[in-house]
């Protein structure tokens, strides 16, 4: 079946610092992947996507490369700043609709 | 509205109480999706509409979960009989187009309580 294993958080930086939240998968085909990002009280937003191998999916600062050959796609960002503080959902979505999510990874970024 | 709104955002019921989460799609979203996040995971697909067809219930957990869609708008998850398992997070999400085109606008839930 598809699945999705995320980095356990939580994770705590400092500003400016580099965060990488670890994602890899098990999926047939070729599925879609993302990550959301959801900020206290607030909803899933999608922060960036990739739809076949070696795509990079790019927004705000952060980034992450679609990578077959390993089955990942990590999420970086080079500065992070304080407004980067949520939780993080790596996710897939195969050849239908249905999206598979990680477990999600708290990241709070300390001034 | 701009977004996808979910009502109530808090639900707090007793053991063995039916309830009722309401979501009103972004207008002309032809698809509309409900997940549930536990406490500490990431959301876990229920169920999917296109339009006001139910085409796939196959992530509702038991048959106290029943949702609908009559009008090919606003939809209503229910929970009959709820248990304290069923203390969650419920996210609505719609999407312009059909199946797997288009990109998912969520909702910002409802958490449901169960005492």
């Known amino acids: 079946g598809n699945s999705v294993t995320q980095m356990e958080g939580p994770v705590t930086l400092s500003e400016e610092a580099f965060l990488t939240i670890n994602c890899t998968y098990t999926?047939?085909?070729?599925?879609?992947l993302f990550w959301y990002v959801q900020y206290p009280g607030e909803g899933l937003q999608l922060l960036l996507k990739?739809?076949?191998?070696?795509d990079k999916g790019s927004n705000k600062g952060f980034e992450a490369t679609y990578r077959k050959e390993t089955t990942s796609f990590h999420l970086e960002k080079g500065s992070v700043q304080v407004s980067d503080s949520a939780v993080y959902f790596c996710?897939?979505?195969?050849?239908?609709?249905?999206?598979?999510f990680g477990a999600g990874t708290t990241v709070t970024v300390r001034a | 509205g701009a977004g996808v709104s979910q009502s109530p955002r808090y639900k707090v019921a007793k053991r063995g109480q039916d309830v009722a989460l309401r979501c009103d799609p972004i207008?002309?979203?032809?698809?509309l999706f409900w997940y549930q996040q536990a406490l500490g995971q990431g959301p876990e697909f229920l169920t999917y509409f296109q339009n006001e067809a139910q085409l796939d219930k196959s992530g509702l957990p038991s048959d106290r979960f029943f949702a609908e869609r009559p009008e090919g708008s606003v939809s209503t998850l229910k929970i009959q009989r709820t248990q304290q398992e069923d203390s969650a997070v419920y996210l609505c999400?719609?999407?312009?187009?059909?199946?797997?085109?288009?990109?998912?606008?969520f909702g910002s839930g409802t958490r449901l309580t169960v005492v």
């Open positions: 999400a719609s999407s312009l187009g059909q199946g797997q085109r288009g990109g998912y606008t």
């Open positions: 990739a739809t076949k191998a070696d």
């Open positions: 999926a047939t085909g070729y599925p879609s």
């Open positions: 207008s002309g979203h032809v698809s």
């Open positions: 996710a897939l979505r195969p050849n239908d609709y249905k999206l598979s």
